[in-house]
């Protein structure tokens, strides 16, 4: 019995616990499925997803995680991103969290630009937290 006992008060600790990190938008609780929705709706106009597949108005993002920022072979990157990456931009999920939420105040604050340098990618709307969340882990996956 007290085994019992304590095994639910560890899974009730766990949902607890992943209840508040998905509120916060963490997004170690983003699910994959989530993500490859949100591409669908939003991303694909403009981004292909598929290992080998050619750029479209932005890069590729099989890899995106992996093969570092801005570095899509031929990719035309802004001058605001360039900069951001020679001060150190990498993708994880903080900074693509961050990126996610608004890219050019991102970009801008990254790379010291506040001139009015822009991103290219133009969010169609404001991602929730949950959804920010869920497209980073279908980016990670994307490996």
Not at 16 to 43: F, I, M, N, P, W
Not at 53 to 62: E, F, R, T, V
Not at 72 to 98: E, Q, R
């Amino acid at each position: 019995m007290k085994n019992v006992a304590i095994a639910l008060a560890i899974a009730a600790t766990v949902v607890s616990v992943s209840s508040s990190a998905r509120a916060d938008g963490d997004a170690a609780v983003g699910t994959v499925a989530g993500g490859e929705k949100l591409y669908k709706q939003l991303c694909v106009i403009c981004h292909n997803a598929a290992q080998g597949a050619a750029a479209k108005i932005g890069p590729n993002l099989w890899g995106v995680t992996t093969r570092g920022a801005g570095a899509f072979p031929g990719y035309a990157y802004s001058n605001t991103f360039k900069a951001a990456v020679a001060k150190g931009l990498v993708w994880n999920d903080t900074t693509l969290d961050g990126y996610l939420a608004n890219p050019t105040k991102y970009l801008q604050s990254v790379s010291g630009d506040s001139t009015g340098g822009a991103a290219k990618m133009v969010l169609p709307r404001v991602l929730t937290a949950q959804e920010r969340a869920d497209a980073i882990a279908y980016l990670n996956s994307l490996k």
